[in-house]
């Protein structure tokens, strides 16, 4: 049997999280709920919902853009905790991604659907830390 070529890089037996990641060569946030089978549906410039191919339900998304979201929006419209006087931001919301991706595009109601439906199914893990943003 062929060995992985990550084998020897990688230490513990590998295991599913259902947290978000930033993807600095993407630029992209990426998000699963469920460890199954997924279909990618691409909704618009920037979001792609991971639906359940075993039910078609939403079990994940994928925001692009981030950077340019938190340009357009900057940190204060994002952010969710900060340091204590140094005013550093520690975390942005994912929901405050997901609503500013939704202003970026036309108001269909396809795409308000779309949306609606990763909303609906809120992420267990709410922000990701800001000084994770960093674009490669």
Not at 109 to 127: D, N
Request: hydrophobic letters at 40%; one cysteine or more.
């Amino acid at each position: 049997m062929e060995k992985h070529f990550l084998e020897g890089k990688m230490e513990g037996k590998p295991e599913f999280r259902a947290e978000p990641w930033y993807n600095p060569y993407g630029d992209c946030i990426e998000y699963q709920v469920a460890d199954e089978a997924f279909v990618a549906e691409r909704i618009d410039e920037l979001l792609t919902i991971y639906r359940s191919a075993i039910d078609n339900r939403p079990v994940g998304f994928q925001i692009k853009g981030v950077q340019a979201i938190i340009r357009r929006f900057g940190w204060d419209g994002l952010v969710v905790a900060s340091e204590a006087g140094a005013g550093q931001v520690r975390s942005i919301s994912i929901v405050a991604l997901l609503l500013a991706a939704y202003e970026e595009g036309p108001k269909t109601l396809g795409r308000r659907r779309a949306y609606a439906a990763v909303m609906e199914s809120p992420p267990k893990q709410h922000t990701i830390p800001a000084d994770e943003l960093v674009p490669a």
